[in-house]
């Protein structure tokens, strides 16, 4: 006999479980299935940047709310996730990329959006003392900070099961069919049915979709980070790069986390990632310059961990355009740790009430389906 519920998630990351958390909080019903265990990719091992910055214009109405979410983390999942606020950082490496941070920064604020600041050099040196001094200014977002990723998907995790959601995990999702009124989720350990199904599977989304019908064009990256020896504290904000791909943030015990978009190869079938050593050389070099007070820092540890990338980067967040009670929440496109908490908000509306007060425009599935 199949296990009931108010709504089915698919997918353990920090979405899912941020969904669940959020519909148990409106008094439904949810099992969330995990075909490995919560955190296990992407949103456990990402490099924890909690930003607002250099958002694409359609996900910054999420990024906002989420980040209000982000300020009363305690308050909500009983633990602090280790966050802390002191900023992002977008470094202009010349005169040419500084103007063209001015003109996003002024269409920002023509469209009602404050959260990005243009700054000087006085002001960067002032945020980053220990930048090169041939970078002449950049953009700072000063609510941003960063958190522990796999601190804060596991803290959604045992809130959502404390307030009333199961978790099911080590289950794989193999097939998906319409039962009257409700869905009936096949996997691995059994039948689930819901009337509603939440498609949060990061990754293996797409299969998802394509049980549905709904094909989308889904690339699996695998974002490669790496981490130094500790040094003695010389940088508190987020730092990014745009030219030059790089992310950089000093922990509290003094290593340094580096990332930036460089990838892996990933296998997402035997949950795999071969490490390209070449383009991590790249992100090393970049710091070098940028930073002299990393001149004497070794790497002692690289990982990467399996996302999926849509075609214009950024999520697909919203109904289904083909099944009723279906809703996707995937496709982050290796910056969706800091959309966590708000998507789930805004999901856990839309699964229960038909709509949401946050605006989603040009997120949806459907603006694959002529593709």
């Given at each position: 006999m199949a296990r009931t519920a108010d709504v089915v998630i698919i997918g353990?990351?920090?979405?899912?479980?941020?969904?669940?958390?959020h519909l148990a909080l409106r008094g439904?019903?949810?099992?969330?299935?995990?075909?490995?265990?919560?955190?296990?990719?992407?949103?456990?091992?990402?490099?924890?940047?909690?930003?607002?910055?250099?958002r694409d214009l359609h996900e910054i109405p999420l990024s906002i709310s989420s980040m209000d979410i982000w300020e009363r983390i305690e308050e909500l999942v009983g633990d602090d996730c280790g966050f802390g606020a002191h900023g992002t950082v977008l470094v202009a490496e010349s005169e040419t990329e500084l103007a063209g941070f001015r003109e996003r920064v002024d269409d920002l604020r023509l469209r009602g959006f404050v959260h990005e600041e243009l700054i000087d050099a006085a002001e960067l040196r002032r945020l980053?003392?220990?930048?090169?001094?041939?970078?002449?200014?950049?953009?700072?977002?000063?609510?941003?900070?960063?958190?522990?990723?796999?601190?804060?998907?596991?803290?959604?995790?045992?809130?959502?099961v404390e307030k009333g959601a199961e978790v099911v995990e080590?289950?794989?999702?193999?097939?998906?069919?319409?039962?009257?009124?409700?869905?009936?989720?096949?996997?691995?350990?059994?039948?689930?049915?819901?009337?509603?199904?939440?498609?949060?599977?990061?990754?293996?989304?797409?299969?998802?979709?394509?049980?549905?019908?709904?094909?989308?064009?889904?690339?699996?990256?695998?974002?490669m980070l790496m981490v130094t020896s500790r040094l003695p504290a010389f940088?508190?904000?987020?730092?990014?790069?745009?030219?030059?791909?790089?992310?950089?943030?000093?922990?509290?015990?003094?290593?340094?986390?580096?990332?930036?978009?460089?990838?892996?190869?990933?296998y997402r079938d035997s949950n795999e990632t071969v490490l390209d050593w070449e383009k991590l050389a790249t992100s090393?070099?970049?710091?070098w310059e940028l930073f002299p007070?990393?001149?004497e820092a070794t790497i002692v540890r690289a990982w990467a961990g399996i996302e999926a990338y849509m075609p214009d980067g950024i999520p697909v967040v919203g109904k289904s355009s083909t099944s009723e009670?279906?809703?996707?929440?995937?496709?982050?496109?290796?910056?969706?740790?800091?959309?966590?908490?708000?998507?789930?908000?805004?999901?856990?509306?839309l699964v229960a009430t038909g709509s949401t007060n946050t605006p989603i425009d040009g997120l949806g599935i459907e603006r694959f389906a002529a593709r």
């Open positions: 353990g990351g920090i979405h899912g479980c941020s969904t669940a958390l439904l019903k949810p099992i969330l299935i995990e075909k490995d265990y919560a955190g296990r990719h992407a949103s456990g091992v990402n490099a924890g940047g909690v930003r607002q910055l250099a980053v003392p220990a930048v090169s001094d041939r970078c002449p200014g950049g953009v700072v977002s000063r609510r941003d900070g960063a958190a522990d990723p796999f601190r804060t998907t596991q803290a959604f995790r045992r809130r959502a080590g289950v794989t999702v193999t097939g998906l069919s319409r039962r009257g009124a409700n869905w009936r989720v096949e996997t691995t350990d059994g039948d689930f049915e819901a009337p509603k199904i939440v498609n949060a599977a990061g990754a293996w989304a797409d299969r998802i979709a394509a049980m549905l019908g709904e094909p989308v064009p889904l690339a699996v990256v695998a974002p940088i508190k904000p987020v730092v990014i790069l745009r030219g030059r791909k790089l992310s950089f943030k000093q922990l509290d015990n003094g290593t340094v986390v580096i990332g930036g978009g460089h990838l892996s190869t990933p090393a070099r970049t710091v007070a990393m001149h009670g279906v809703f996707h929440q995937f496709g982050f496109s290796t910056h969706g740790f800091q959309l966590g908490p708000g998507t789930g908000a805004m999901m856990a509306e």
